[in-house]
Every structure is written in C-alpha cells, then in structure tokens.
C-alpha cells in the first residue's frame, strides 16, 4: 500500500504544478482586470468633474449662486475621488509589475538550476585526466604528423636534387655540342685557289716574256 500511496504522490506532482501555475495566471489576471476597471472609473470622474466645471461657470454667468455652490462642491468631491483612485492604480500597477517581475525571477532560477544540474551531469562525463590524456595523445599525434611530414619533404629534396644534377649534366653536354659546332673549319679549297691564281701569273709573264 505505501508503494501505491507513492505512486499516487507521484503522478500528481505534475497536476499540482499546472494547478499552482494556472491559479497564478488567474490571479494576475484579476488583478489585470481590476486595474482596466479602475482606469475606465477614473475616466469617467474626469468626464464628471469637466461636467461640473462648465455647471460652475454656466452659473456664476446666470448670477445663480447656490447652484454654483452645489456644482463646485461636487466637482472638488469628485476631484478628492479621482486623486485616490489615481493612487491606487499606481499601487495596482505596481503590484502586477512586481508579481511579473518576481515570476520571471523565478523562471530565471529555474532555468539556471536546471542548467547548472546539466552542466554538472557533463562534467561528470569529462574528468580532468580524460583531458589531460586527450591533450597528450593530440599532442604526440600532431609531432608524429609533422615527423612524417619533415622526412617526406627531405625525401622529396633529396630527389628533386638528383634530377637536377642529371638536367644539369644533360645541358652541360649540349652545350658543349653548341660550342663544338660554333667554331669554323680550315678552309679546304683556299690553298688551291691560290696556287690556281699563282699559275695563272706565271704564265701570263711567260708569254709576256715571249711576245
């Protein structure tokens, strides 16, 4: 029976919380209420107390005395009303304003309870040695990577260096065949141009010798 009884307390937990909420709105509700109540009576003593205004002056014109003195002693009765209910719907005002505010208070404290219950539930998951091991592993990850990343980059040189000493052979080659090729033979046929023309001379004397 106790677990029954338990049970029972339990489900109506909920029920009692929407209750206690629900009776909250009524009750700025009526307090709401009450205060549009009062603006509209204050209207309306503003609205009478003008009426009794003109009624004065309408009488003092018609030399109407007495008439005058009933007009000016209801409108400073009305007068004396419209002051106190002024004063009370500053209080009213007042009072929905602090009700307000004390309720978003409270929903503010029960948001951050329920985020610090949250916060504390994380915490929980998340020591300060898991940390510091995580922070060490990507720590020895990170050099690890960049360990491999400073020999692939050597590898790379290294290479790169052996084909430019091949390029650099290569070019020292051609150019070699450049400079062979520039240089310009001994003329084959120039000693036998001469001896030719030499021969000719010498025959021209020869019949020049004759004649």
């Known amino acids: ?52 205004k003109e009624a004065v002056k309408t009488c003092i014109k018609n030399k109407d005395k007495p008439r005058a003195m009933l007009a000016l002693k209801k409108q400073k009765y009305l007068e004396k009303n419209l002051e106190s209910g002024q004063n009370q719907l500053i209080n009213l005002e007042q009072i929905i304003n602090d009700v307000e505010q004390a309720q978003i208070q409270r929903d503010v404290v029960q948001a951050m309870k329920q985020g610090t219950e949250f916060l504390k539930q994380i915490n929980d998951q998340l020591t300060i040695n898991d940390v510091e091991k995580l922070m060490a592993d990507t720590e020895d990850a990170i050099e690890y990577q960049q360990e491999i990343g400073r020999l692939l980059a050597q590898q790379g040189i290294q290479e790169s260096d052996q084909d430019l000493e091949k390029e650099l052979e290569k070019l020292d080659e051609v150019e070699a065949l450049e400079v062979e090729s520039e240089i310009p033979a001994p003329p084959k046929h120039k000693k036998h141009k001469k001896k030719k023309v030499f021969e000719e001379e010498e025959n021209e004397e020869k019949v020049e010798v004759y004649a």
């Open 1 to 52: 029976m106790g677990a029954c009884f338990g049970n029972s307390n339990k489900a109506k937990a909920p029920e009692n919380s929407k209750t206690r909420i629900s009776q909250e709105d009524k009750e700025i509700a009526q307090l709401k209420s009450t205060r549009d109540k009062v603006k509209h009576f204050l209207k309306k003593l503003e609205s009478n107390i003008q009426s009794c």
